[in-house]
């Protein structure tokens, strides 16, 4: 558990809780990019565009110092998260669904507030929410391709 910061915890969080969803057992969950050219899904936590070969931002935030003193912080931040499917066919709206499905399997666990939750994983974790949602797709003699990358937008006392 950090105190510098919730992103690491959240990082953590949402890679486990995703990682542990019955719906979600067919999708390779990872921490940081894991691209290969085998068919199949991916939920990439802190990948912003896979395949880039110099650093990317993933994460951002800003804190506040409430009231002036050292005994706690308001944290406001994102973490960029991707979704990324492929098929060797040329069957792009297949693909296209299931990413979206994986996307809205990951909103639900956003919403979730009992345990075990992220809200409940992450200390101080007041609220989350999605965003900046952008959609490529490729139809190529190779296959399908579709990345779906968001932001899974925090705010947290630490």
Known sequence: MSRTS??????????????????????????????SLDP?????VGVARPDSLSPISVAQSDQSWVLATATGRDENGSVTCSVYGM?????????????????????????????????????????TSYTGQVLEQVLDEDGSYVL??????????I
């Open 87 to 127: 098929s060797g066919g040329n069957e792009l709206k297949i693909v296209r669904d299931e990413v979206f499905r994986i996307a809205g399997e990951i909103q639900s666990m956003l919403r979730e507030n009992g345990a075990p939750s992220v809200r409940q994983s992450v200390p101080g974790l007041r609220s």
């Open 40 to 44: 199949g899904y991916r939920f990439m």
């Open 6 to 35: 919730a992103v690491p915890d959240l990082i953590d969080a949402l890679v486990a809780h995703a990682a542990a969803r019955p719906n979600l057992s067919s999708v390779i969950v990872s921490d940081g990019e894991l691209i």
């Open 148 to 157: 779906l990358t968001f932001r899974i937008e925090f705010t947290a006392r």
